[in-house]
């Protein structure tokens, strides 16, 4: 027979694992918003605002694709036109970048489409644009989870 501390133990035992349970569900389903791209994502630095939306909603995992980004002055809010945009990232945990080497085009007025961005693994990524419009150079970080 099973004695009260016994059955008291196994009924802490099972709700420790229930909200274990509850908080990777919730982790997952974050994880899962966050890396949705179905909504423009804007970061700001001293010197531009730049928005980001993928083009294939959710982002997709181990597939090529595109961005759509605008980059703006965060003093005025003009488009930025004409600036040298560089796309890096990785996996600062695994310590690796981007499995490809992404490009950008200039659309015109403000916008930029960043071609061949691709995410090999699920976990946290981070996409960084070197921003670079006349004399004012600027490194953006795009923090996402897969």
């Not at 016994?6 to 420790?16: E, I, N, P, S, V």
Request: proline letters at 4%; hydrophobic letters at 40%.
């Amino acid at each position: 027979m099973e004695s009260a501390i016994q059955m008291l133990y196994g009924k802490f035992k099972m709700a420790r694992y229930l909200s274990h349970a509850a908080l990777i569900v919730g982790s997952a389903l974050a994880c899962v918003s966050d890396a949705a791209g179905n909504s423009w994502q804007t970061i700001s630095g001293k010197y531009f605002a730049v928005s980001y939306q993928s083009q294939t909603v959710p982002l997709p995992l181990n597939r090529i694709h595109s961005w759509q980004t605008t980059i703006k002055t965060v003093d005025d809010g003009r488009p930025v036109e004409g600036a040298v945009v560089k796309i890096y990232g990785g996996m600062p945990a695994h310590r690796h970048g981007l499995p490809t080497q992404p490009r950008t085009t200039e659309v015109g007025n403000g916008r930029y489409l960043i071609r061949g961005l691709k995410f090999s693994m699920m976990g946290d990524w981070e996409v960084w644009l070197d921003v670079t419009y006349g004399s004012l150079s600027e490194k953006l970080v795009f923090k996402l989870s897969l």
